[in-house]
């Protein structure tokens, strides 16, 4: 199988904090990883596409300053909210893809619900 | 940019009835079409996908139909059962990179038992 794990599962953080999120392949090597938001009842929002090794690429809107993503091995991206604010609040998941050709699927990790206070 | 939209939004099946979901696509580029199915809180599950070289793939009581043609793509459920109840999401993507993605609305699935 292809496990991807997330952590923490849950954050409580007061407003102008920083909070990290960590997604781990646990199983296989994933040279892509990918950050969604999700808000309630809605669909999943990609927020950026991160590259071993490369800078992530951000889908337009999000800002990158603010959500800063670091893929430093081929098993862990990190996603940090900055100075967090209510309205940063929702459930945030990630995705790893593995590398190589046909390289269809990707595997979602079980999300992390953030909320700022 | 690729724009995905999927019907119904909210779905409503007696037990052992078949549902069926649609979704349609603009970018005629996009091969890959992967359906999750998402409980509440927790991480979108694949439960069947096809690439554009095919029109009909099944697997147990799923199937996925595709026309490209049309670009349109369907799921349908037989012998719906009450685990089948969560929201289900469609999705294209073009080439090998199937995370970069865009997403359907989403279809909340309810089987009355």
């Known amino acids: 199988g292809a496990v991807v794990s997330q952590h923490p599962s849950r954050v409580i953080c007061k407003s102008g904090t920083s909070v990290k999120i960590e997604c781990r392949s646990l199983?296989?090597?994933?040279?892509?990883m990918f950050w969604y938001r999700q808000f309630p009842k809605k669909s999943l929002m990609l927020m950026a596409t991160s590259n071993e090794g490369s800078k992530a690429t951000y889908e337009q809107g999000v800002e990158k300053d603010k959500f800063l993503i670091n893929h430093a091995s081929l098993t862990l991206s990190t996603l940090t909210v900055t100075s967090a604010h209510p309205e940063d609040s929702s459930f945030y998941i990630c995705?790893?893809?593995?590398?190589?050709?046909?390289?269809?699927?990707?595997?979602f990790g079980p999300g992390t619900r953030l909320t700022v206070t | 940019g690729e724009n995905v939209e999927q019907h119904p939004s909210t779905l409503s099946v007696q037990e052992g009835d078949s549902a069926v979901i649609k979704c349609t696509y603009s970018?005629?580029?996009?091969?890959?079409f992967p359906w999750y199915k998402q409980e509440l809180g927790k991480r979108p599950q694949l439960i069947i996908d096809?690439?554009?070289?095919?029109g009909e793939k099944k697997d147990q009581r799923i199937a996925v139909t595709l026309n490209k043609t049309a670009k349109h793509f369907s799921l349908h459920i037989t012998e719906t059962q009450p685990e089948d109840s969560a929201v289900y999401f469609c999705a294209a993507s073009i080439g090998t990179n199937a995370g970069k993605s865009t997403f359907g609305d989403g279809t909340t699935l309810t089987v009355k038992p």
């Open positions: 096809i690439r554009s070289n095919v």
């Open positions: 995705s790893a893809q593995r590398g190589g050709r046909n390289s269809y699927e990707q595997y």
């Open positions: 199983d296989f090597q994933a040279t892509t």
């Open positions: 970018d005629s580029a996009s091969n890959y």
